[in-house]
């Protein structure tokens, strides 16, 4: 299906699973029983985008909680959307059953395609697609899911101790993978003492990075653990990284080739702001190089992107700004912002779909946005999703 042309009224009709979604100038409404799904933005479903996935720069998929309440505070159906045209326009996946949360405190806050086909939503509990979202079917899995990344033909979940996190008391996590809309999990056993609260998962081909704070963490001593392999997960080495925790998101790595990483650094936080320091390293995190430093300001590092040795875009909480650097970490400035609405209260992810294009998600479930770069993050706009949801913060 696709979205009218502009000046063009039209109306596409779908009858899936005993529903009536209709598409048109207006947005989509569901006919089967007069309840509103979304409307008021052409493409655009009512929800706000909790997490995303691109499998290119054009194709991928965004999830979080709808508009609609089901009769508690605590309980929320989930919008899973999907578009084929880099975010322009969107058309609603039907999760029917799959909540983004229910009344029992589990949650499904992530979502990770493999390819076109294979993808899981994952949180408390797991579920998987062979058919790019269609059809769900429920995996049994050792514990939630706090996070999940794709890449080399295979799936890896970090998977936390405890099944419900809301009542969890154990900070551990493992790392498992599964293959590209597997059911079955495969624990990793060289890796232990993952932080289930601070970590980078990155996958980049065959090269897989595991970032966690050292074990003596409370202390605030030592580097954080880099659990590096090169061939796809078979094979590990446990490095170091000049990170080391610092009571409020230590840290972000990316990687911008299978061995080009990238470090944002940050020091103990105070008044939502926040020193920080990036290093590089080309020989896949055997050694760093400090590049330069940012003063006491701006936010806490969330995570951070390379499109190159040279090209970074930075995420943080509390601001409500993106830094982008062109040499590498040395210089940063603060992207620009065109048709700006939201007032969002952070950007937690930032991501790149190609060499020239990401994105970027907010901090807080309060934004409901999406914001687009074509430029390599020089310049960003936000795509609008209607939504009068009153959600204080992200999972």
């Not at 084929?84 to 992530?110: C, F, H, K, P, Q």
């Not at 830094?323 to 939201?342: K, L, V, Y």
Request: proline letters at 5%.
């Amino acid at each position: 299906m696709s979205a009218s042309r502009r000046g063009l009224v039209v109306a596409l009709v779908c009858v899936c699973a005993g529903a009536v979604f209709v598409f048109s100038a207006e947005g989509w409404t569901l006919g089967a029983d007069g309840g509103r799904v979304a409307a008021t933005a052409v493409g655009n479903p009512a929800f706000d985008p909790a997490a995303v996935s691109f499998i290119s720069s054009s194709e991928g998929w965004a999830w979080g909680p709808s508009t609609a309440g089901v009769g508690s505070i605590n309980a929320e159906p989930g919008v899973l959307a999907q578009t084929d045209d880099g975010g322009r326009s969107w058309r609603v996946e039907l999760t029917t059953g799959i909540g983004y949360s229910d009344d029992a405190g589990t949650d499904l806050w992530g979502v990770r395609f493999a390819d076109a086909e294979h993808g899981y939503l994952f949180g408390s509990k797991l579920f998987v697609t062979a058919s790019g979202g269609a059809r769900w079917t429920r995996v049994d899995a050792p514990g939630a899911i706090v996070g999940m990344q794709a890449g080399g033909g295979r799936v890896y979940a970090l998977v936390s101790g405890c099944s419900n996190l809301s009542v969890c008391n154990s900070d551990s996590a493992r790392l498992y993978w599964l293959a590209p809309g597997g059911t079955r999990l495969h624990r990793i056993d060289a890796i232990v003492n993952v932080d289930r609260d601070w970590w980078s998962l990155v996958v980049t081909g065959q090269s897989v990075y595991l970032m966690t704070p050292s074990p003596a963490r409370g202390a605030q001593l030592g580097p954080a653990s880099l659990w590096a392999s090169h061939d796809g997960g078979s094979t590990w080495r446990q490095l170091t990284a000049p990170c080391v925790w610092s009571g409020a998101d230590g840290g972000a790595l990316a990687a911008w080739s299978p061995v080009g990483l990238a470090l944002a650094c940050g020091s103990v936080p105070g008044a939502g702001s926040q020193a920080k320091s990036f290093y590089a390293s080309s020989d896949g995190g055997a050694h760093w190089h400090k590049i330069g430093q940012m003063p006491f300001g701006g936010g806490y590092v969330i995570s951070l992107a390379a499109a190159s040795s040279t090209n970074w875009i930075l995420g943080e909480a509390r601001v409500p700004h993106i830094e982008t650097t062109r040499d590498g970490g040395h210089d940063w400035q603060q992207a620009t912002f065109t048709g700006r609405t939201s007032g969002v209260e952070g950007w937690g992810d930032v991501v790149f779909t190609s060499p020239s294009n990401a994105i970027a998600l907010p901090w807080t479930l309060n934004g409901s946005v999406i914001a687009f770069s074509h430029d390599t993050g020089r310049s960003w706009q936000e795509a609008l999703f209607p939504t009068s949801r009153l959600t204080p913060t992200k999972p």
